[in-house]
């Protein structure tokens, strides 16, 4: 399993940016995160999609981010609205699949006030 992440920028405070991760290889009984890592600050996670579609969100993003699937299971968005300079961080994406766990590279976000 590959992960590729992507869509990335910088943008306004109250903005909008949709973030996408495409995955290759295998992705029957996928799960996926965004997890993000601001400057100075530990990696935490922002959005998950279960393999049975279920989705969960850190408390910081509820009401404005939205993690989704395409039908094909093959990219993840985590759609992002009325962002705020807080959100500014490098914008992960993680698989897990089986036990084992896969990451993507970065993609950073940049909102200014």
């Known amino acids: 399993v590959q992960l590729q992440a992507s869509g990335g920028g910088l943008v306004q405070a109250g903005r909008s940016l949709r973030l996408s991760c495409t995955v290759s290889g295998t992705v029957f009984k996928l799960s996926t995160d965004w997890y993000r890592q601001a400057p100075g600050k530990q990696r935490e996670l922002v959005a998950g999609?279960?393999?049975?579609?279920?989705?969960n969100y850190a408390d910081s993003v509820k009401g404005r981010f939205t993690i989704s699937r395409d039908g094909a299971e093959n990219t993840v968005f985590l759609q992002m609205n009325s962002l705020k300079p807080e959100d500014t961080a490098v914008y992960y994406c993680?698989?897990?699949?089986?036990?084992?766990?896969?990451w993507g590279q970065g993609t950073l976000v940049t909102v200014s006030s």
């Open positions: 993680k698989a897990v699949r089986l036990g084992s766990t896969y």
């Open positions: 999609i279960e393999s049975d579609g279920s989705t």
